[in-house]
T-cell receptor, first 111, second 118 residues
Framework: GENVEQHPSTLSVQEGDSAVIKCTYS??????FPWYKQELGKRPQLIID?????GEKKDQRIAVTLNKTAKHFSLHITETQPEDSAVYFC??????????FGIGTKLQVIP | EAEVAQSPRYKITEKSQAVAFWCDPI?????LYWYRQILGQGPELLVQ????????DSQLPKDRFSAERLKGVDSTLKIQPAELGDSAMYLC????????????????FGPGTRLTVL
């Protein structure tokens, strides 16, 4: 089955700096890569996703890149703000919409 | 805005007891997922339904866990008997099925049921 590895497990940045979280996947059949943000005590919520026919996608301060050949994808957050502090999960999905999650990255933005 | 509903929100039980969790997906969402999330880790898929049919239950400990979605709408996840290691957050999620072009749809998560086994 699919295996998703995510790093770093924790990340601290100063407010205004950029944050990058990286993930790798194992199943070349995976074709959909969502990213979720989970605030403490709350449910995961989709923040951005990318499909395998696209190399990069951007939404305001958030961008995701995908390298299908290397089987890795990354989340980039620019101009970080304290409200960006949360746990971020990458995920990979193939047929039947089965989604495999990474272990998560705890992002702390220091004011 | 429609949301996935789950109940109860919290459950404390003693080991060897039976527990059940309920999930009501967003109306029209044919795909329903049950995940287990241990503190500090990502959600782990337990079972996935497409309408009333199980699509994937490869990670479901079938000796003690069971799940059903009899009418293809709401779903119940049961644990019997509960063990100490079952303490976790149990998340339900739903999504529309793959579209005719094979494109994925967003998963929407419920608030979860936090289970504590004593």
């Amino acid at each position: 089955g699919e295996n998703v590895e995510q790093h770093p497990s924790t990340l601290s940045v100063q407010e205004g700096d950029s944050a990058v979280i990286k993930c790798t996947y194992s199943d070349s059949a995976s074709n959909y890569f969502p990213w979720y943000k989970q605030e403490l005590g709350k449910r995961p919520q989709l923040i951005i996703d990318i499909r395998s026919n696209v190399g990069e996608k951007k939404d305001q301060r958030i961008a995701v890149t995908l390298n299908k050949t290397a089987k890795h994808f990354s989340l980039h957050i620019t101009e970080t703000q304290p409200e960006d502090s949360a746990v971020y999960f990458c995920a990979a999905s193939g047929g039947y919409q089965k989604v495999t999650f990474g272990i998560g990255t705890k992002l702390q933005v220091i004011p | 805005e429609a949301e996935v509903a789950q109940s109860p929100r919290y459950k404390i039980t003693e080991k060897s007891q039976a527990v059940a969790f309920w999930c009501d997906p967003i109306s029209g969402h044919a795909t329903l997922y049950w995940y287990r999330q241990i503190l500090g880790q990502g959600p782990e898929l337990l079972v996935q339904f497409q309408d009333e049919s199980v699509v994937d239950d490869s990670q479901l400990p079938k000796d003690r866990f069971s799940a059903e979605r009899l009418k293809g709408v709401d779903s119940t996840l049961k644990i019997q008997p509960a063990e100490l290691g079952d303490s976790a957050m149990y998340l339900c999620a739903s999504s529309l099925p793959l579209d005719h072009a094979g494109n994925h749809n967003e998963q929407f998560f419920g608030p979860g049921t936090r289970l504590t086994v004593l």
